[in-house]
């Protein structure tokens, strides 16, 4: 609880103090556009490696062996694409958020109506996963097992959450994300150092361990290899599908993820963008590496069978590892201390990423919805900012309120959704604005609510929210829809809406295109228009 404690103090008084250096709308949405590449990089990192990096992904691999590190692969490999396909260009052709890229060549007002609803819709997806993450976590360290007391947990954490956006904006938030990103990366190579210690330095030795303790009883070897939890005979072809979707969704989600674009707007240069998101890629690299050592280790020192009975969904695994080799190594004291240090950590994850998530979609509803929609431009940055801060605590709310309902879920698992929602609906619209001479206003919103929607709507009639144990009306079964991840559909099907709303209309701009190609790739007019 000291360390608890020592840790949100430390972040309150960060919230404080970037309270007082947040004046203007610039200084809100974008930090004032402050930050060199190697803070911004830091912070994308800790914006990134999320509750779900962290918790669920060690949780998943603990529980399934190498189907769950699927998801970190997942994971780091999407920054390719994000580094090559949207980084740099979004940085020059935008301003506060993604509707202004959008928005730039096309009529403004439906176009900033999808992208705010896009926007708003992804990051409270994302945000139910780190509530979910919260409430499991606090209730291993404080000893909470009921599913009252993990709910108080969400709302506490959700608390927390709305104090850091609506005091310290995008300043506050960015600090919190760099400190975090350092104590994450510190905590981690810490455990995994003490893992590796314990088997002599011999992954060889860790991985037969993790197969001899959480392997299948019939064939243990099974554990480090495909199949089980994707593909497996029972599953048939839906369950070989539901992993390239799955995969589908996690390489492509992460250029379409609003609360990782807007960080590419708080670098003074394109070349800070580039370089934050090469020192970005450094820093998650390395750590979806030492995710394999966690989950593993958690398999092979704390086993399936008491890592599933503290949390169904295995979102505990980090933490039980974390005390078990400090028990091991140091005593009993020294399990404490490791866990409790772990915890913090955890903690710091999970707050800094929903508060990044949540900036992200008050920013876009003040700025996208208020602003330019229902204000038609004719309000000050002060409303703007009032606004946002407003929305803040609505979007806050929300996301705990469905946090609590979705506890039994993996929250890696939850994530991915989020990551299908995103690729489906923003990230068609934005290679399309980007690359596409012929793309237009129908086009645009064809594109991001066909890919929405279809998301959406595929998630509802799946196995993730009635007909199964984990679902989230587990007493109900309405799902027709197969496989538990929608990418390899509705991913498609954003591009395809994205196409057919573009040739049907005869709506046509090519000195806009001109413009903001020119833009994207050189940067020339992008200082002009992020004073305005």
């Not at 104090?163 to 919190?176: D, E, L, Q």
């Not at 969704?249 to 992460?254: E, K, N, S, Y």
Request: glycine fraction near 14%; include cysteine; hydrophobic fraction near 55%.
């Amino acid at each position: 609880m000291i360390l608890f404690l020592t840790f949100v103090a430390f972040t309150l008084a960060i919230t404080v103090w970037a309270s007082r250096q947040t004046k203007t709308a610039a200084d809100y949405y974008a930090g004032g556009r402050s930050f060199s590449g190697v803070q911004n990089g830091l912070a994308i990192g800790g914006d990134y490696m999320s509750a779900a990096s962290f918790l669920g992904i060690a949780g998943i691999i603990a529980l399934s062996g190498y189907d769950g590190f699927l998801y970190s692969i997942g994971f780091l490999v999407a920054w390719l694409v994000a580094l090559l396909l949207v980084a740099e260009l979004m940085r020059n052709s935008g301003k506060f958020t993604m509707a202004d890229v959008l928005a730039f060549r096309m009529s403004p007002r439906p176009v900033r109506t999808a992208a705010g609803v896009s926007t708003i819709v992804v990051s409270i997806f994302y945000l139910l996963a780190q509530m979910v993450g919260a409430g499991a976590l606090v209730g291993l360290l404080l000893g909470i097992t009921g599913e009252a007391g993990k709910a108080w947990t969400i709302i506490g954490v959700g608390a927390l959450m709305i104090v850091y956006v609506v005091f310290g904006g995008m300043k506050g938030t960015t600090w919190v994300q760099i400190v975090k990103a350092v104590l994450l990366m510190s905590g981690a190579a810490l455990v995994t150092l003490l893992v590796l210690g314990k088997f002599g330095f011999n992954l060889s030795a860790l991985l037969g361990q993790a197969a001899a303790t959480s392997g299948p009883s019939g064939n243990p070897g099974s554990f480090l290899i495909p199949g089980l939890k994707y593909g497996t005979e029972a599953q048939g072809l839906a369950g070989k599908i539901d992993l390239i979707s799955l995969g589908l969704a996690l390489v492509l989600g992460t250029a379409g993820l609003p609360h990782i674009l807007i960080r590419f707007y708080t670098v003074p240069t394109a070349k800070d963008a580039r370089k934050s998101v090469l020192w970005g890629i450094g820093i998650i690299g390395v750590f979806y590496l030492l995710t394999l050592v966690l989950g593993f280790g958690a398999a092979a020192l704390v086993g399936k069978d008491a890592i599933a009975a503290g949390d169904a969904a295995g979102n505990t695994a980090a933490p039980m590892l974390a005390q078990r080799i400090g028990e091991e190594i140091f005593g009993s004291v020294g399990g404490t201390i490791l866990l409790a240090l772990i915890g913090a950590v955890a903690f710091a994850t999970i707050l800094a990423v929903v508060a990044g998530l949540t900036l992200a979609s008050s920013s876009s509803f003040s700025h996208d919805l208020y602003a330019h929609v229902f204000k038609r431009g004719q309000v000050t940055e002060r409303q703007e900012v009032v606004v946002a801060r407003i929305s803040a605590l609505v979007i806050g709310a929300v996301a705990i309120g469905l946090g609590i309902l979705a506890q039994g879920q993996n929250v890696a698992f939850l994530v991915a959704l989020a990551f299908a929602v995103a690729a489906s609906g923003n990230l068609p619209a934005i290679l399309y604005s980007l690359f596409w001479k012929r793309f237009n206003t129908a086009g645009a919103v064809s594109a991001i609510y066909g890919g929405l929607v279809s998301a959406l709507l595929l998630v509802i009639f799946s196995p993730v929210v009635s007909g199964g144990k984990t679902a989230l009306f587990p007493g109900a079964d309405f799902a027709w829809f197969p496989l538990s991840n929608p990418g390899i559909v509705s991913i498609p099907l954003g591009f395809l809406c994205g196409w057919i709303g573009t040739v049907l209309s005869k709506e046509y701009n090519a000195a806009k295109y001109a413009e903001i190609e020119v833009r994207s790739l050189t940067g020339v007019g992008a200082e002009k228009a992020s004073t305005h």
